[in-house]
């Protein structure tokens, strides 16, 4: 049951990242550099959060 739990949490905390990269992406765009540097970090974490879930 653990294992099925954490499965779960990691695919949510990838696709939250994804969600969240292309938001990044397409709606802030160009208008404000420090959330875009402050999103990419946020991303690149929650990807790495999820990757190291999955392991």
């Given at each position: ?6 499965t779960?949490y ?6 939250v990242?994804?969600?969240g ?8 765009g160009?208008?404000d550099r420090?959330l875009?540097?402050?999103g990419a ?8 959060l999820?990757a190291?879930?999955l392991?």
């Amino acid at each position: 049951m653990a294992g099925l739990v954490k499965t779960i949490y990691a695919a949510a905390a990838i696709t939250v990242a994804v969600l969240g990269l292309l938001f990044v992406m397409f709606v802030v765009g160009d208008r404000d550099r420090g959330l875009l540097v402050e999103g990419a970090i946020a991303i690149i974490l929650l990807i790495g959060l999820g990757a190291t879930l999955l392991v």
